[in-house]
């Protein structure tokens, strides 16, 4: 039985070409980064988090950002410390082994591919009403509360993808820079709107306005940061660590960029929910703001700036609600190839996803990425009703990256750290604790399709498995992965018993907090003593070296 290490190592016939161009300066993954955090979630994601928690889902908003700054901060360490292409995969690879390792890739795998053509329901959505309004061609037809692609609608879904595809393949410095070019409309635009209404109408009582600052209390606050799109906003700041082995000066580079785009992200998001709930006629809360509404509109925003007299404005956000999701689906199609290269690297899937175009670029895993978005767009719930499902699964993996620092930090004390977070014994833990909590935020109903998904996978590991020869299966370091079972399985069953959305409420609001923080704390120390020995990591991380110029 060959051990990951020598499982991952590609023939030397293979590894010639097997080459990362370090293409990408320190703007350009900056802004890989910014362009995923600011896609849809700031057109959508200030209305859904209203109707959950009221006006108080400002404070949503601001808890949403220190918890997941907190997780970027972790994430920063470990991109700086070992620059690497699909790190989301390889940092539990080299902390804990192959098994954990699969888990964790397999999870960020699910949130990452269809995240891309989710954006670009997002975007048909929005272009219907702008198209159909102003032309009189119906791109696509909206049924209730479900956006459901017709025969048109998904032609236009598969032309996106595959501009996407096209431009991935043509290259890691034309896809950044054609990604420049976008995310300084994406941030310039959301930062108007929020100037615009502030001064054209700002109305204080609105916070007080229906029922009230904060009818459903902390637990809608809470759940709004879950299943309202305030983490879903927040996702993306882990992309300049997918794209680490193709930037110059990765050491600095990285943490720059995981650092620099959620403080942007998190000032934008957190005053656009001002703005939203400043500019409402109050008149539309008097059903209570669970009803909040904007009849004949899709996008909350440009129903404002239309009923304000702002017509121009509506015009710049519907051309925004195209450009705002396509920029963010073309960087996550990049970002999936990369993932499923850094999995076919460790040896969980074929060999053929390490293979490279004469553009350095892993063209099998974007094809692939195209093919799996064409499955997502049939008949599949939309935008509002997959945000629950991609939060909870790239929170997830953001709890095994505090483990993966955590016992780093005891395997390798000496590494070479550029970014080293301070206090990181206890803010790893913390980071852990949070992330498990907003699973559980989630509730049941996401949560059990969730892990639903996490079974397939491990399934077609298994199957992997039993299909290879004695000599090309891959060690799967079972006694590191024994806190993983125990890990989910928990995880599943407090949400079962949870007070949160599907919960059966055997657990009452506050008690499935507290014990959902003592269990992952146990999980964390548990997790800690099954970490490999440092002569297996360093093992581990030397078979990335020849992937990089």
């Known amino acids: 039985m060959s051990t990951v290490a020598d499982r991952a190592a590609p023939s030397s016939a293979a590894a010639a070409p097997a080459r990362l161009r370090r293409d990408v300066g320190r703007t350009a993954l900056l802004f890989t980064s910014v362009g995923s955090v600011i896609g849809s979630g700031w057109l959508l994601g200030a209305m859904n988090a209203t109707q959950i928690g009221g006006p108080a889902a400002i404070i949503s908003w601001v808890i949403g950002a220190v918890a997941i700054m907190l997780l970027a901060l972790i994430h920063a360490e470990l991109g700086g410390m070992h620059p690497v292409n699909g790190g989301m995969a390889r940092f539990p690879h080299y902390a804990f082994g192959s098994l954990v390792g699969y888990g964790m890739g397999w999870i960020y795998y699910l949130g990452s591919v269809t995240l891309a053509p989710v954006e670009v329901e997002a975007a048909i959505q929005y272009a219907d009403k702008w198209i159909h309004d102003g032309f009189g061609f119906h791109v696509m037809h909206l049924v209730g509360k479900s956006v459901i692609l017709n025969g048109a609608g998904y032609a236009v879904a598969a032309a996106l993808m595959f501009i996407f595809t096209l431009v991935n393949l043509w290259g890691v410095s034309r896809l950044t820079k054609a990604n420049t070019t976008i995310v300084w409309w994406k941030i310039a635009v959301p930062v108007v709107t929020v100037i615009v209404l502030a001064v054209t109408q700002f109305r204080g009582s609105n916070f007080s306005a229906g029922n009230g600052f904060a009818p459903a209390g902390v637990k809608g606050i809470l759940s709004a940061i879950a299943t309202g799109g305030v983490v879903f906003a927040y996702l993306g700041f882990e992309q300049a660590i997918q794209f680490g082995g193709e930037t110059r000066n990765p050491k600095r580079n990285i943490p720059f960029a995981v650092i620099g785009s959620m403080v942007i992200g998190a000032i934008v998001y957190i005053l656009l929910e001002i703005a939203f ?20 509109q899709f996008g909350p925003f440009a129903a404002i700036a239309t009923t304000l007299g702002l017509g121009w404005l509506a015009v710049v956000l519907y051309i925004d609600a195209v450009a705002s999701p396509g920029g963010t689906g073309l960087i996550y199609m990049g970002s999936s190839a990369r993932l499923s290269y850094a999995l076919a690297r460790n040896g969980y899937i074929p060999r053929a996803f390490e293979k490279f175009n004469d553009r350095g670029i892993p063209w099998i895993g974007v094809v692939f990425a195209f093919a799996v978005g064409m499955i997502v767009f049939l008949p599949f719930p939309g935008w509002q009703k997959l945000v629950g499902f991609i939060t909870s699964v790239s929170v997830l993996i953001y709890a095994g990256q505090c483990l993966s620092l955590a016992a780093m930090r005891r395997q ?17 833990p913390l980071g852990f604790v949070i992330a498990n909590l907003i699973v559980l935020f989630a509730g049941w109903t996401i949560d059990s399709k969730m892990f639903a998904a996490i079974g397939i996978g491990l399934v077609l590991l298994a199957v992997s498995q039993l299909t290879r020869s004695a000599e090309d299966r891959v060690h799967l370091d079972w006694r590191s992965a024994a806190w993983m079972w125990p890990w989910l399985l928990g995880l599943l069953v407090l949400s079962l018993l949870s007070s949160f959305p599907g919960g059966k409420n055997d657990l009452h609001f506050g008690v499935d907090m507290a014990i959902t923080a003592a269990f992952s704390l146990v999980i964390y120390v548990f997790a800690l003593s099954r970490r490999l020995t440092p002569e297996l990591v360093r093992e581990r991380m030397k078979t990335a070296d020849d992937e990089l110029e």
């Open 277 to 296: 709930v400043g500019a409402l006629n109050p008149h539309v809360a008097d059903h209570g703001w669970a009803n909040l509404t904007f009849a004949n």
């Open 412 to 428: 390798l004390p000496d590494w070479e750290r550029p970014f080293r977070l301070r206090g990181a014994e206890v803010l790893a």
